[in-house]
């Protein structure tokens, strides 16, 4: 546990992980390390288990084979320390999740107040910042319901980073939104990676991957098929599977 | 709900209907005959002796009740909506009262005694129905929380235990468990007094129900607000209390408001333990000299009269809670 957080590198690695839901087997055999500051994009099509590979990051779900570390500590079922993990691990979820009975500054300020031990100033202080970062400080007041689709997401960004986290995982941030403001996440999103953040992301924006990703993960049937820089990954794919996805996607 | 913008015309001004509606209501008040009553009086300078005038005189008395009727509907169905909502409560209670009235009481016998018995009724029975009923609600309440949680809790002991006793308290009717805790603890050596085992029995039966209602309030919550929580690190308990609970409370709080107000009239049943509340009194004030139905009929009135306030208060919290979200 007595980690000096920083200096754990990769940040995430797995080990030969696989994960099954009953019969079906959505994740065989992973080998993945990412490094700190690293910007990961996974994409692949829909049922090649990049969700489910994303979501065993921070144990929404369990993996069943194999190891998992995150900043240097075992994901496995006994585990008593879920909670410290995940709080520096932040999620953003393509249905936003925002807590509706709550404002958006409330949103913001829930996790450092209430699990970080940050008084309410403090956090207050902290919540208006990163709104003002993601742009959308007017809101504080409103309600999630009050917002638009591509705000909302923001919000989700900003309730995230305000836990300060050394991680963010985004799982298609962008899918449920209406075509207009899926620019206005992606540009969040590249500052946060201009700003030194580790990302890994699930997403279908190729754009956002060739302009923001250090590597690109082509997953299919539970395998990471193929990855690459975006470089060589638009440009010269190596597998079958993933010339087929990169034609569908880009034409 | 939603209502549609294309509006029909009025039932009641379609001619086709009005006919429909007047025959068959005709037809009704010439099978009943109510030639013998006070409308038969009212019209015997057109139709003679009531008591002689046979057919005629039932047709005619039909018909005229028919035209008050049809005529009365027809004049509401021309205002607004508001009002024809007062006039046709008004109506109904109007009705209600004749149909008291007709009993023939001894309305004079409510007010009669030194104190009065209606004064005994709400100062002693109103005071101990409220009492019992707030004490077995706020009983009611936390058992159900806790129900719930346990129902929708992994451990087999948590979930057996509550499904038991959900099952248990839901199975048996709530009169027989108020016997059953009454005359049963003692032979388990426990000594427990009326008013007690009475709120025992109301807060177990109706946390059994309120339990169902809270369950199904904490799982309409989409999975996403679980999810988001968990991944902010937020443990169990923290995650019911502020995130899942005051989503559930505007969804729960109708059906829970429904459970309020059956317990206030079930509370009644404790009578059967001696409990001086409005139900034993009224049985016990109108015994004496048999005016029974007097003081059952105050009952009923006081009754009444709680379930809308209580109804009251629940519209009031509800139009709160759509406010905030």
């Known amino acids: ?251 | 709900m939603f209502v549609d913008t294309v509006i029909e015309d009025k039932a009641l001004h379609k001619p086709v209907f009005l006919i429909g509606l007047s025959v068959t209501v005709l037809a009704i008040f010439f099978a009943f005959n109510f030639t013998n009553t006070i409308f038969g009086e009212f019209l015997s300078p057109v139709i003679g002796n009531p008591e002689e005038s046979g057919f005629f005189g039932r047709l005619a008395v039909s018909f005229v009740l028919t035209i008050l009727f049809v005529g009365n509907l027809l004049l509401i169905s021309f205002a607004r909506l508001k009002i024809q909502i007062l006039i046709v409560w008004l109506e109904l209670f109007i009705l209600f009262l004749a149909f008291a009235y007709s009993f023939d009481l001894e309305i004079a016998y409510i007010f009669s005694g030194q104190p009065s018995k209606i004064g005994l009724m709400i100062s002693k029975g109103l005071f101990t129905t409220i009492y019992i009923s707030a004490v077995s609600i706020a009983i009611a309440t936390a058992i159900a929380i806790v129900g719930a949680i346990a129902k929708l809790s992994n451990n087999g002991f948590a979930y057996a235990i509550a499904s038991f006793y959900t099952s248990l308290f839901r199975g048996l009717p709530l009169l027989l468990q108020i016997y059953l805790i009454y005359m049963g603890l003692p032979q388990l050596g426990f000594m427990i007094d009326a008013i007690p085992s009475g709120i025992a029995a109301l807060s177990l039966c109706y946390g059994a129900y309120m339990t169902e209602i809270f369950r199904a309030g904490i799982q309409s919550i989409p999975k996403g607000q679980w999810e988001a929580s968990r991944a902010l690190g937020f443990p169990f308990g923290l995650i019911l209390r502020k995130i899942i609970l005051p989503q559930s409370v505007p969804i729960i709080i109708p059906p829970t408001g429904n459970q309020f107000i059956a317990m206030l009239k079930d509370s009644s049943l404790v009578s059967v333990l001696g409990i001086w509340e409005i139900m034993f009194l009224a049985k016990k004030l109108g015994a004496k000299d048999f005016n029974h139905l007097e003081m059952l009929l105050t009952a009923a009135m006081i009754y009444w009269v709680l379930t809308i306030i209580l109804e009251m208060i629940q519209a009031r919290i509800e139009k709160k809670y759509q406010q905030k979200t």
């Open chain 1, 1 to 251: 546990m007595a980690n000096n957080d920083s200096e754990v590198n990769p940040i995430i690695s797995l080990k030969s992980v696989s994960k099954w839901y009953d019969d079906f087997q959505a994740l065989k055999n992973i080998d993945l390390e990412i490094k700190l500051k690293e910007k990961i994009v996974i994409c692949g099509p829909s049922g090649s288990g990049k969700s489910t590979l994303i979501r065993c990051l921070n144990r929404l779900e369990a993996h069943q084979e194999g190891q998992i570390h995150v900043t240097g500590i075992e994901l496995h079922e006994k585990m008593k320390d879920i909670d410290t993990v995940r709080q520096d691990i932040g999620m953003v979820f393509q249905s936003f999740n925002l807590f509706p009975h709550l404002t958006v500054l409330e949103n913001c300020m829930a996790g450092p107040n209430w699990v970080r031990g940050i008084n309410e100033n403090e956090a207050k202080d902290r919540a208006m910042a990163l709104l003002k970062q993601v742009k959308i400080p007017e809101q504080a007041d409103k309600y999630p319901e009050q917002l638009s689709g591509g705000q909302q997401q923001r919000v989700a960004i900003a309730r995230s980073l305000c836990m300060q986290p050394k991680v963010m995982l985004f799982d298609e941030p962008t899918s449920a939104l209406d075509p207009e403001m899926v620019s206005e996440v992606l540009d969040t999103m590249v500052e946060l990676a201009k700003s030194g953040m580790t990302m890994i992301c699930v997403t279908h924006e190729m754009g956002f991957a060739r302009q923001v990703a250090d590597r690109i993960i082509f997953m299919d049937e539970g395998e990471i098929v193929e990855q690459n820089t975006p470089e060589e990954f638009f440009n010269n794919p190596q597998n079958d599977r993933t010339k087929a996805f990169l034609d569908q996607v880009l034409s």
